[in-house]
């Protein structure tokens, strides 16, 4: 019982620098990257997100965090900058926009695109 422990807090310790590099990596993304979606592979709330940004013709850019092998760390990182740990994690513009209930509201209320044309993810006269 102890050594379960004793690795459970070896990896909770080591994970705050984990945390903090991972931290400054996604922050460069974001700001380097007008649409980011923070995924994993599996998460079927992510594939609706990144469907409906391909449907509107939007360029952005996708970390699958179950393919990274700092995924685990990202995903706190974005939890302790966001206050959201569940994916996708979606920015656009440099903004937090949220999850899929956050693209789609923004989607469904017509603000989605405009955000899109602003970030130049999609060309305002594809909109037309």
Not at 48 to 73: H, I, P, T
């Amino acid at each position: 019982m102890g050594s379960i422990l004793s690795l459970i807090n070896n990896n909770t310790s080591s994970s705050k620098a984990d945390t903090d590099m991972a931290l400054d990596k996604v922050k460069q993304l974001v700001a380097s990257t007008p649409v980011i979606i923070f995924s994993k592979t599996t998460c079927g709330f992510c594939n609706r997100v990144k469907e409906l940004l391909k449907q509107l013709g939007a360029s952005f850019q996708v970390m699958e965090l179950d393919q990274e092998s700092d995924g685990n760390a990202i995903q706190a990182a974005l939890q302790e900058w966001t206050g959201q740990r569940t994916v996708p994690n979606v920015f656009i513009g440099r903004e937090h926009i949220g999850g899929c209930d956050a693209v789609m509201e923004k989607h469904s209320k017509s603000q989605l695109v405009p955000l899109l044309v602003s970030a130049k993810a999609i060309a305002a006269e594809e909109t037309a």
